[in-house]
């Protein structure tokens, strides 16, 4: 008899419930669960290929040890017995900070990894901690922080309500959304249509979401803030803002209004490809209408002037008053570890950056992170502070960060190497150890980040839909034995003691809270009641009864607690966002900051660009994503592969024309840091002057153990961008709008 079992999607930031069918270990289909309170049956081609992630053979089931040379396979014991004999020595001779962490994408989709990397990373105590936060969201976070006082409290919009949908530099008809998780953006997008409400997309590509879009403006990649500039400019000028409620809650109009005053649209026109009657037409629209929302991602992050762009967006929702309104911009309140429902409502100490600067570029802090594209320069150069050894946890940087060739190179140099992956890839292939995680089926599901995103307010857990194989270990656990080596307890570490120790540590921070519901209460009692939870269930359950809707141990029956969760496994709804406006800030003075110091010195930067002209015969690079893929990882199931060629350079017919280059032609693509060859798909959907080619790929080096992605490797577009290009005051990685030359090949 087929079972049934549910499990949330941890592939990307929609976190779609789906039903699995099962035939004893063997999952014949996965469908997408109607019942699921927040995704209501939605999935997409990659859910469904979950299957083929537990079966695929490459994926690492063994933890591999270098051994002359080669990675081979080795037992748990003698993986972390190899750790231990040469991870300590190299902090113990060269300091903290010559051990390395980079965290990637997935390490915030499991739960194991999300809670238990912090544990590790506070026992390392290094300053060189890396991760894809900063080729990826840290402008939107950076901005958000200033704004509002937390990094994570983002404003999504309030898709099911809005009259108008501005997006910016995102295609969430592929991507099914980010820092916004919204699954069925197609469903949504199509009601809001239905309704005689208009979508906007501003791309220098006519991307899927494009198309089915009520207008689409082609934009030069890296204007977004001057084009966004020129829309505050409008609105001040013909008298057309209405921040309404907000008014009370706002401080920095004057100062904006004077940042703003020289971005005419006739000025920054030509600068973004725009028609000044466009951008003024575009703020009229804004205006007038009822209830509207400005989003904007990976195409105003990745890039010259992401936070900039980031911020901008966010003083429109606030300018037209749609901010923390039904149909406008919205916050969540997430049921667990959201910041900002932590501690006193309405006020805070706000964000700090720069608490320390990288050694060779002296790149500012963000959000206790350095840029990755610092990371090779960091191995590279000798002296104190030098990056010797590095930890991957769950990441691909050599295919997903700046000027990959060089990463790649550095990591070869390095003294030292652990990955925890689940594949041997283009990075972990130079590990001297990788440790494999297991498949999503053998792991639960919570997600501690994306509902704080959510489109709607909800609490779901899965709990492993199989039971792990004999020889496998949980990532939580691998974490806890790492902590264990690196705080010189070694690899007989008591695990049992020391995840009593983390749980612990937490309890003590809730019962000295005096807004948590179990203020006051002995820790010792606390953990009485998560007993006989551990891991990451037992830190789930205590954030749980201590958020927002919490069971407060006994405090409030009726909460929401693990349990109930449990008791409700296609999740519980926790309704339609409502307004949290002023509770939710967490700055010192108690205000939406809308012009930020730093924010408004970087205005400088951007007004300096106005006197830029673009043009002497490059084009400038963008990325794409494609529905069935995911960054670098997903290319080795077959379900997900085949079919056309997916990483082409698109480029516009007269671009290709007056260079001679050809429909399914070769051409060598070059920028300042690397060339590569690429395959021509001469497109229509292109704004002229402009190239797109996807990330991710690159399959073809020696080393890894990816069969089905080797067959159809495609080109690494990283091994073009510049890890000198940094969106300044957030240490992001321009990904977009890269300057480059193409030529072709005969
Ligand atoms: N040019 C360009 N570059 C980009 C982008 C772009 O748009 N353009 N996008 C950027 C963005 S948004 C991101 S998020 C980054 C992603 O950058 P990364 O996070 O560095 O890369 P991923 O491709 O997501 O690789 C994830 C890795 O995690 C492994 N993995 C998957 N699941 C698990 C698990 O459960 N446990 C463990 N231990 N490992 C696991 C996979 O095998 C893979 O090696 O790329 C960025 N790079
Ligand atoms: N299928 C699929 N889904 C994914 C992923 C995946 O790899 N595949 N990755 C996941 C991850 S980690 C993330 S972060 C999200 C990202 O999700 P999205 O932000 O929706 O990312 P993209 O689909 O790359 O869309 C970015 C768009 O920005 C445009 N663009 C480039 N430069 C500029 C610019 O300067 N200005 C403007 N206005 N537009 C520009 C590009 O042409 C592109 O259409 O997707 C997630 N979901
Ligand atoms: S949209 Fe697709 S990949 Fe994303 S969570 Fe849903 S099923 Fe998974
Ligand atoms: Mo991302």
Redo the contacts with the bound molecule.
Sequence with gaps: MPETRLRICP????TCGLTLELNGRQVTSVRGDDDDVFSKGFL?P?GAALVELDGDPDRLRRPLVRRDGRLVETTWDEAFAEIERRLPAIAQQHGKDAIAVYLG?PSVHNVGLALYGQVFLRALRTSNVYS?STV??IPKQLASGLMYGTYTTVAVPDIDRTDLLLI????????????WTVPDFPGRLRALQRRGGRCL?????R????EVADRHYF??????AQ?LMALVHTLFAEDLVRPGKLLEHVDGFAALRAAAADFTPELVAPICGMAADDIVAIARQLAAAPRAALY?????????FGTL?SWLIDVLNVLTGNLDRPGGAMFPKSAAYAANTHGEPGVGSGIRIGRRHSRVRQAPEVMGELPVACLAEEIETPGVGQVRALVTIAGNPVLSTPNGARLSRALESLEFMVSLDIYLNETSRHADVVLPGMTPLETSHFDAIFPQFGYRNAARYSPPVLPPPAQAQAEWQSLLRLTGIITGQGVQADLDGLDDFVAMTQIQRAVGDTRSPVYGRKAAEILECLTPRRGPERLIDLALQCGPYGAGFGANPAGVSLRLLEENPHGIDLGELTPRLPELLRTPSGKIELAPQLLLADVERLRRSLEARHGNGRL?L???????????W?HNLPRLSGGRPRCTLLIHPLDAAERGLVDGGKASLRSRVGEVEVDVEISEAMMPG?V?L???WGHDVEGTRLQVAARSPGVNSNRLSDEAALDVVSGNAV???IPVEIATIR
């Design positions: 592939f990307c930031e929609a997409c990659k994408n894809a990826d969201q910016f530099g995102a295609d969430p008809m592929s991507s099914n959304g980010s820092l997309v501003f791309d220098p590509r991307s899927r979401t494009a934009v030069r990649p890296g204007s977004d084009l904007g991602r990976i195409g105003t992050c990745t890039q010259e762009a400038q963008v990325g794409r994503r494609h529905l069935r893929s995911n960054n670098s997903l402009v797109s996807p990330h991710g990904l977009n709008g």
